[in-house]
């Protein structure tokens, strides 16, 4: 539900290891609600989700230590470099990283030479590959939660986030995301939300 | 934990840093509140003396105010928020952090400044400590009250209005307690009892506040 409108119901569907979930739909069909449910920012009006059997609202922060979530807004500071920005957004999901690291990541998705530029003064694109940045750095998480994750990024970027997100698929970790482009990852579970 | 403790704190230091206006504003508007009372009131001392404890007081209670709103607005525009509330460390510690950068950025530069502007009221010099002290544990208490009040009004329109009229009925028993350790060390009595009393409200708001307000978070980002 948001606001007085039902999004959708009786929604039903399980996630193994190894697994991609593609959810569909068109815009304002609940995509980014039904990803917000599952990773508990947003309380479902009725029923519940489960991470290995237990229900995440119990689990909380041991749940959250295995996710990685990135949503529409790339959580990236203006007044912070590139750089800064990866470096906290890895530490506050408890996942330390050394300067290196976070170079090479930043590195791998094109951003070689922007890593001590403030983020203010890099465009849309390159601020999204920022924020996706973080997912070189957490192959270790068994869960990625991804909205629009394609969102002004250029053919070459989604090329490389595709690569990263089949090599994590491959890995045997299980990834959730929403886009309107064709992923060329294959066994994907789809699910498509329609206009209620 | 700890890091990502000291990740946070040591974030929102360099983006004050780095944003420096913010935290001039603050300290700006404090030192002319103050500065006004003298022009305002007249030169009599006496009379300067008797006003000086609450004068300070309350104009650090309105610079803290203005502030407050800042607290978690820049977060929860950009999408920071939400990985703080998906974050490995218990959202409340997370809080705590937030509230502690924020004090120091804008609590700790009034208690600095307040006993140089107590000399315009020819405040006793031997008692600037105990009005330095009294907003040095008051000052924190604010910032951990407004932080709920903040994480409440977050995302609403016209939040700030409505943030003063849900927190300053709140300050006034640490106003009327920080004030009265300053008067009470004036008149003679000593502040002693005031300022235990100060920081056993400051215990008391830092053991709880942050939790509460973090509950505050997951409901207004719902």
């Known amino acids: ?196 | 934990m700890l890091a990502a403790l000291r990740c946070v704190i040591h974030r929102d230091l360099l983006l004050a840093v780095r944003r420096s206006s913010d935290v001039l504003t603050v300290l700006l508007f404090f030192v002319i509140v103050v500065s006004l009372f003298p022009l305002g009131v007249g030169p009599d001392p006496a009379l300067l003396r008797t006003i000086a404890p609450g004068v300070i007081w309350v104009a650090a209670l309105l610079a803290s105010m203005l502030a407050l709103q800042r607290m978690f607005a820049s977060d929860h525009a950009d999408g920071t928020l939400e990985q703080m509330l998906l974050g490995a460390t218990p959202l409340g510690m997370t809080v705590a952090a937030k509230v502690f950068a924020h004090w120091v950025v804008s609590g700790l530069p009034l208690v600095l400044i307040s006993p140089v502007l107590a000399l315009q009221f020819d405040f006793p010099q031997e008692l600037l400590g105990v009005l330095a002290l009294s907003l040095a544990l008051g000052t924190p208490v604010l910032s951990l009250i407004g932080a709920i009040g903040a994480a409440l009004t977050l995302g609403l329109r016209g939040g700030g209005a409505l943030l003063s009229l849900l927190v300053l009925p709140l300050y006034v028993p640490v106003l009327i307690i920080g004030a009265g350790a300053a008067e009470a060390a004036v008149s003679g009595l000593g502040g002693h009892a005031q300022l235990l009393l100060l920081g056993a409200l400051l215990a008391f708001a830092a053991a709880f506040a942050p939790w509460a307000a973090a509950v505050a978070l997951r409901i207004s980002t719902e």
């Not at chain 1, 920005?85 to 998705?109: K, S």
Request: proline share 3%.
């Open chain 1, 1 to 196: 539900m948001r606001g007085e409108r039902k999004l959708f119901g009786a929604l039903s569907f399980k996630l193994r290891g190894g697994e991609l979930l593609r959810i569909g739909g068109a815009n304002g069909s609940g995509k980014t609600s039904l990803l917000r449910i599952a990773c508990g920012l947003l309380e479902p009006t009725g029923g519940e989700v489960r991470w290995a059997g237990e229900n995440i609202r119990r689990l909380q922060e041991e749940f959250w230590r295995q996710l990685v979530y990135i949503g529409h807004a790339n959580a990236i500071k203006d007044d912070l470099t590139a750089a800064e920005n990866l470096h906290v957004a890895c530490t506050l999901a408890g996942n330390r990283m050394q300067p290196a690291q976070i170079g090479e990541a930043l590195r791998r998705l094109g951003l070689a030479g922007c890593e001590n530029m403030p983020a203010r003064v890099l465009s849309q694109g390159q601020r999204r590959r920022t924020a996706l940045a973080r997912l070189a750095l957490s192959e270790a998480m068994p869960l990625w939660i991804l909205d629009e994750p394609f969102a002004a990024l250029d053919l070459e970027a989604v090329e490389h986030v595709q690569n990263l997100i089949a090599a994590h698929v491959s890995r045997g970790a299980a990834v959730i995301l929403t886009t309107h482009l064709e992923t060329k990852i294959a066994a994907a579970l789809r699910i498509d939300l329609e206009r209620a």
